[in-house]
């Protein structure tokens, strides 16, 4: 009877936020011109907004204008002097908390300021526009008669000076309001450990005698969590172990490759699968209609919106769209201003939109070649510096590569797989191959976190690639000579599949004529 009115009462509360999505539809132009003038008048208090010469009079022709576009190189100074305790700098005040995340050319990680705004007015008001879209849909759910299982990462929050960092799900976790940590599971204490193996299994121990009825995180952790229940309890999928299961939020990844699996697990109608889009600098779009694959782009949560075409894309040095310009199925970059001191920041992501009315995005992949089927956001400058070290260690030279990923299938992790033309080949390719994996580990934090205790990542896989494999490739491409490079990684296995089926028949050939 408790649970039931708690239930009651929060759908109750959740209704303002459905109107408030509402009206921003109905007026996108006006709402995104309005986040900008909030957003410049906090940056006018600045020593980046005073130097620029922005307050809240400024137009967006005008902050196109002064203001160039960033990548997170071009912040790390500033930033750096936030983590040290200065204020006033690229937001007002001081900010103490940091979420820490890979995908720079300029070191292992990078560190993305989250202010009090940030946190209250994007990351949170996404989470609850979430919430009220799902009633919206289905006026009976009964979410909160239970609780919701979330999964975050695994790195611990860690002190530079006064400032902390860590994972983005840890700060939200330090931060959650005591409603929801009241719905919650599994406890902050288990939530925020940082050794996987351990966590897992404390998880475990906690959830799977507790009524669950949804699920909130990043799909390639789950299937580590739900292979491990039904070992444990001998079901053959998770309705038998939560009846009353209804609700799966997921994001951070690219889910197609998973969702056969995740229907599996969770058969029939019961649940509902919902994308969201949320990331450490912001949570920018949900799935409002399960029958569309685009996420409803939030208009209203501290964040202002321009974009770059994809086929003029030139870095910093590219030309925005407005939001009210976009065309649907253009892939673009999405560049983003935040209510944490992001100014025009290239986000990294690129994304095509599915609708203008609403503007609803999907995302399409990166304005880089990168992996990041696991959340572990591998680029190539991070492939590219491994491999060098590997060979120095392993005596081998390279002359070209490609990396892909290998899925998750039941009971078996994912992976990596390189396919590599060696000039000279290393002694011991076992012995390259964790070399190369390891790394790969120092240059890149998350992929290192999916790596512990091989319950994501297992080793990578090396497939020694025929002599002149990639030039054969290029040219059946057509491709030989001028600009045309091999591209170093995919986030699918469409090239990784081309080449391995060249390499078997460029194999066959060199057999048939050692026989001939």
Known sequence: MFYSLVNKVIRFNLR?????????????????????????????????GKGYGIDATTTPQEFAKKVPLHEYGDLEPFIQRM???????????????????SGTTSGVSKFIPISEENIKNCHFIGGRYELALYFNQNPEAAIFEGLGLRLGGSTAIEQHGKSRSGDLSAILIEHIPMW???????????????????????????????????????????LVLFEKILERTGKSNLLEVWPN??????????FAPYEFTFRALMPGDQVTFM?????????????????????????????????????????????????SEVELDTEYAMVITTNSGLWRYILGDTVTFTSRSPYR???SGRTAHFINAFGEEVIVTNAEEALKAACERCTARTRDFHAAP?????????????????????NNLVEFSHTLDQELQKRNSDYAAKRKGNLVLS?????????????????????LGGQNKIPRLANNRKLMEEYLKLNEALQTNLELLSKA
């Open 459 to 479: 080793n990578l896989q090396i497939v020694v690639a025929q002599d002149r494999l990639f030039h054969h490739w290029l040219k059946a491409k057509g491709k």
């Open 361 to 363: 995005v999907k995302v």
């Open 83 to 101: 983590r040290n305790g200065e204020a006033d700098v690229l937001w007002p005040g001081v900010i103490d908390w940091y979420a820490k995340s």
């Open 180 to 222: 929801a940590e009241f719905r919650s599971a599994p406890s902050p204490s288990t939530a925020l450990m940082s050794d996987w193996e351990e966590k897992i299994d404390a998880i475990l121990d906690e959830v799977i005698q507790q009524n669950i009825t949804s699920l909130w995180g990043v799909s390639s952790w789950f």
């Open 245 to 254: 299961l209804e609700l799966f939020a997921h994001g951070g990844v690219n």
């Open 16 to 48: 303002k936020y459905i109107e408030e999505l509402f009206a921003t539809m109905e007026d996108p132009k006006g709402t995104q011109n309005d986040v900008l003038e909030e957003l410049l008048a906090q940056g006018g208090k600045t020593s980046f």
């Open 406 to 426: 290998v899925f998750m299938d039941q009971g078996r992790s994912g992976a990596h797989q390189w396919i590599i033309e060696f000039d000279e080949l290393p």
């Open 275 to 323: 994308e969201n889009y949320n990331a450490s600098e912001g949570f920018f779009a949900i799935q409002d209609n399960p029958a569309d694959q685009g996420m409803l782009l939030l208009l209203n949560s501290g964040i202002y919106y321009e974009f770059i075409p994809m086929s003029e894309y030139q870095g910093t040095r590219s030309t925005t769209i407005a939001l």
